[in-house]
């Protein structure tokens, strides 16, 4: 039998040394894992978080080897690379920080007084991912080590982090000929060392395998299976191997069978199961990315209350816990490598064995159905040959590896939806934020009729949507950039009965579920943080949206009044939003019934105010309660005020409707050669203010067809700063001056 010992106590964490030697001997602080120097500077918003080399030590206690015994340490996550010496010397080095790795220390262990010593790094460099993204490279021993010491012949210990064994269930579905589902079950497993033989035991059958050249082979046949039937049934079968010599290694698995099908989504296990969820990263306040068993667990427990069916574990390899409780909630995964944002030549390499370790990891996980290549790779990279070898590599080791899942990549909307990245592999999907970055939310349905209409016989999914949102921000006329609560209702209500149209969309995922530490933002009132997420960084507020999935995909019986962080009201009737999955709701004004309606997810209610006032929702035994209060000025504190925002003087209902203005679609004004002529003038400085961006509108068609539909405004509002306000302001002054052409 193998022993394993956990290392998180007693870490000595020295934050600058400039040497393993120096860092031998040097004062540090006590720590334990897991650990992250960028806790707090990772989410302060400075661009100054602290991004180097730090150092680790711990006083090791050898094992006593006896018998041809072997000793490894073996690291859960060091971001981004690490160096592990001991007693000195140097004895493994490991590039990419999502992944599992293993040092052996057999014979390099003193009777005592061994020191083991991890130089961790996550400072910028052109090989290892991610190098450009939006959240912050945290660095640190932020997942658990432990020494394992395995007998002489043991299971593999130096394959990818793996642990030497591989299942492989083959379901055969119930009407394939058959009354009942069953499954042949294929234990695969490697080992180091002489052993002759390993007996494998699945479902209480034991068979004994032979080994030859390190590998032996089992493969079992369940006449009837219980499936793994996703969040309906989530059941798990375990595979045991002992190997002669007494290693023994366990793994569960799950039975199931899924195809995905252009025109009708995704199927599970033979019945159509569109997925429809969330993704998520792995941090939060305070902690970093050193997250605990339980803040997984928690965060699984938000998800499953929404009724989250799938999620896209962005943009890294995750902890195993949390595979392991996707497993055991039936939630399907998409699981990825960091390959993001910018290809570096220098890369290739890396991604080629972030992506080994990834599946060589997780094979066993039945929750996982697709392997993800790269996130948003062309949005600071143009489609080259070696941009699209690398893919075409990846894509290729990922069959090799796993025969049984489909590889996936997550696009960026200027991807021209014919450029040849999109035929390398075997899904689509796009990261669309129409109605919050760019033009209007309904561009999102153009968007993906026309991608399917084009390609019927592509599967495309959605990948990425969503928009900020600070919870202390509040309108009672919510516009995309206020980073309001009600905007981004409004934006999830729109997407929701988008994704409801359209049943082929494979999956779909909201861009986040938890807000997420991105250490370049300052925006939305928050400092280094991107507040797309359903729940706070902190996991203490759950945002008004977070109730709109629950109303949609939760089966859980609920009523929410949205805005009870909107006290102070200047409406004299002011729109209060209910959101529940009960056919009725019954709104109350203190006390008084309001009114009843029946309706189905979103119900809205006009409510006079005229002082303070407690407003009630009851659908059945379920109810809610918010209290709202008349007032004559905004609260300033629900306002968002980016400097140069368009505020005050822009209202279209003053302006001519027979003349142009910065409320017209870019398409509307092109067909006046006078207005045409000025505002070209302006959207060649903001685009120019960006040159990558002036080439990629003028040789993109799809971004050029995007902006004839957005109007002015909206497009200057992308400019940022370097349109000044008065400028906006001549602008259309000069516009309204322009009569309209039929
Ligand atoms: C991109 C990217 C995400 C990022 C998101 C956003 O699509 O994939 O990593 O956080 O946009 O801008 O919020």
Redesign the pocket.
């Known amino acids: 039998m193998r022993k394993v010992t956990e290392l998180n106590q007693n870490w000595i964490f020295v934050k600058s040394a400039k040497d393993a030697g120096e860092a031998a001997a040097a004062d540090g602080i006590l720590v334990s894992l897991p650990h992250t120097w960028n806790a707090v500077d990772g989410q302060d918003g400075g661009n100054d978080y602290y991004r180097g080399t730090c150092w680790y030590r711990l006083a090791l206690d050898a094992p006593e080897l006896t018998g041809g015994e072997r000793a490894y340490l073996e690291f859960d996550g060091a971001a981004m690379t690490a160096d592990v010496y001991l007693n000195g010397e140097k004895l493994a080095r490991h590039e990419g920080g999502y992944s599992r790795f293993r040092a052996d220390i057999t014979g390099k262990m003193a009777k005592e007084g061994n020191v083991l010593l991890v130089g961790v790094d996550n400072s910028d460099n052109n090989r290892v991912y991610p190098q450009k993204?939006?959240?912050t490279f945290y660095g640190g021993l932020y997942r658990k080590v432990r020494l394992v010491v395995v007998p002489e012949n043991h299971f593999a210990m130096e394959y990818y982090g793996g642990d030497g064994i591989r299942v492989t269930p083959e379901v055969t579905l119930a009407g394939e000929g058959r009354t009942k589902a069953g499954a042949e079950i294929t234990v695969e497993v490697w080992a180091e060392g002489s052993a002759g033989y390993t007996d494998i035991t699945v479902a209480g059958e034991t068979r004994r395998a032979v080994v030859t050249e390190g590998y032996a082979k089992a493969v079992f046949y369940l006449e009837t299976v219980h499936l793994w039937d996703g969040m309906d049934d989530p059941y798990l079968y375990t595979a045991k191997a002992e190997l002669e010599g007494g290693d023994v290694v366990e793994t569960y698995f799950g039975c199931r069978s899924f195809r995905i099908d252009s025109q009708k989504g995704f199927f599970l296990n033979g019945r159509p199961y569109p997925l429809r969820g969330v993704s998520r990263h792995q941090d939060r306040a305070g902690a970093g990315n050193a997250l605990t068993f339980d803040m997984h667990r928690e965060d699984m427990e938000f998800i499953k209350e929404i009724g989250a069916n799938t999620l896209r574990l962005?943009?890294y390899q995750h902890a195993q816990e949390f595979y392991d409780l996707c497993d055991r909630n039936g939630i399907i995964v998409w699981a990825e490598i960091p390959y993001?944002?910018m290809h570096m030549s220098g890369g290739r390499e890396n991604t080629f064995n972030q992506m080994r370790e990834l599946v060589v990891q997780n094979y066993n996980h039945p929750s996982i159905v697709c392997w993800g290549l790269s996130?948003?790779i062309t949005?600071a990279s143009t489609v080259n040959e070696e941009l699209l070898e690398n893919h075409r590599e990846l894509n290729r080791l990922c069959h090799e590896l796993d025969k049984t899942r489909k590889t996936v990549m997550?696009n960026?909307f200027m991807l021209e939806t014919d450029s040849p990245l999109l035929e390398i592999p075997d899904i689509n999907s796009y990261?669309l934020?129409f109605g919050w970055?760019v033009g209007e939310m309904g561009q999102t349905d153009e968007f993906f009729d026309e991608y399917h209409k084009t390609y019927p016989d592509r599967c495309i999914g959605f990948s990425?949507y969503?928009a900020?949102a600070n919870p202390a921000y509040h309108s009672a006329d919510p516009d995309r950039g206020d980073y309001t609560e009600e905007y981004q209702c409004l934006y999830h209500e729109h997407m929701l009965r988008m994704i409801e149209e359209r049943p082929w969309l494979w999956a779909t995922h909201v861009?986040?579920m938890f807000d997420?530490a991105?250490d370049g933002r300052d925006e939305g009132g928050r400092h280094g943080e991107?507040q797309?997420g359903l729940v706070t960084i902190d996991r203490q507020t759950k945002k008004d949206a977070f109730y709109l999935y629950k109303a949609y995909w939760s089966g859980e019986a609920f009523v929410h009044l949205c805005g009870s962080r909107y006290v102070d009201r200047t409406e004299e009737v002011t729109r209060v939003k209910v959101y529940s999955n009960q056919p009725y709701v019954s709104l109350y004004v203190d006390g008084q019934l309001l009114e009843e309606q029946e309706g189905s997810r979103i119900f809205i209610f006009e409510v006079p105010v005229t002082g303070v006032h407690r407003i009630t929702a009851q659908a059945g035994a379920y109810r809610d309660e918010i209290t709202i209060k008349k007032v004559t000025e905004t609260n300033k504190d629900y306002l968002f005020v980016k400097e140069g925002d368009i505020v005050n003087w822009f209202d279209q209902e003053d302006f001519r409707k027979d003349c142009y203005s910065i409320g017209d679609t870019l398409g509307e004004i092109a067909k006046s050669p006078e207005a045409n002529a000025i505002v070209q003038k302006m959207t060649a400085k903001a685009a120019g203010s960006r040159g990558d961006v002036a080439d990629s509108v003028k040789d993109n068609p799809a971004l050029q067809r995007m902006l004839q539909r957005m109007t002015l405004q909206s497009m200057l509002k992308q400019a940022g700063d370097v349109i000044k306000p008065e400028e906006i302001k001549a602008l259309n002054d000069a516009l309204q001056k322009i009569k309209k052409v039929n």
């Open positions: 993204a939006d959240f962005a943009h993001i944002t996130n948003e949005a997550a960026v990261n934020y970055y990425e969503g900020d861009w986040n997420f991105a991107n797309k």
